[in-house]
């Protein structure tokens, strides 16, 4: 996991908030664009910058694409956090 691309792409709202949407299963990648007022290619988009800092994997299954929360790297971030403030 490379931090520098994981905080990028936690630095967009619009990502953070499809990661709350994804907090609670899989959804396919029209549901999560059903959410914004945008177009699917910027979805796309951002679902693209959120699998490459493997906070999201996706699946396909048939002519659909299905994104799923990657909380083990959510689980490292939150470690790297609370070991940098102290808690350990």
């Keep these: 996991m490379s ?3 994981t905080f990028k792409a936690l630095s967009d ?4 908030e499809i990661l709350v949407l994804l907090k609670d299963g899989t959804m ?3 549901e999560i664009a059903s959410h914004f007022e945008m177009t699917g290619a910027t979805i796309s ?4 910058v959120l699998k ?10 048939k002519n659909y694409i299905y ?4 909380t083990s790297v ?8 609370s070991e940098l403030k102290g808690e350990n």
């Design 52 to 61: 490459k800092a493997d906070l999201v994997s996706e699946t396909k299954i």
């Design 28 to 30: 396919p990648a029209g």
């Design 3 to 5: 931090f520098a691309e």
């Design 13 to 16: 709202p619009v990502r953070r």
């Design 74 to 81: 959510v689980e490292e971030i939150m470690l790297w956090l």
């Design 67 to 70: 994104y799923e929360l990657n």
């Design 45 to 48: 988009y951002h679902l693209s």
